[in-house]
């Protein structure tokens, strides 16, 4: 089992910043990835950025250039940077971990981007 903790959502105004940072914990035997998702309200839940084992990284396109993925120097431990932020990317923050067994979600942490 891997627990997973997030932290950093908030009210930002657009154009402003917020850091998010998530830490798993648990039966973390080999951490293939770690992203994060998103799903505003009465949308689906898509993927925001995630960073794998090898140190690549993906992005969604509307993110590109404003957001940054990243890790501590503990394997476990994954960051999403968010700049020049927009109230379109209001929504619920999820961490997601990939590991060899299964996939696991944190419990999501609300950013609010206001106009």
Do not use: H
């Amino acid at each position: 089992q891997v627990q997973l903790v997030e932290s950093g959502g908030g009210l930002v105004q657009a154009g402003g910043s917020l850091r998010l940072s998530c830490v798993a914990s648990g039966s973390i035997f080999r951490l293939n990835a770690m992203g994060w998702y998103r799903q505003a309200p009465g949308k689906q839940r898509d993927l925001v950025a995630i960073r794998y084992r090898s140190g690549s990284t993906n992005y969604a396109d509307s993110v590109k250039g404003r957001f940054t993925i990243s890790r501590a120097n503990a394997q476990n431990t994954v960051y999403l940077q968010m700049n020049s932020l927009k109230p379109e990317d209001t929504a619920v923050y999820y961490c997601k971990a990939l590991t060899d067994l299964n996939d696991y979600w944190g419990q999501g942490t609300q950013v609010t981007v206001s106009s």
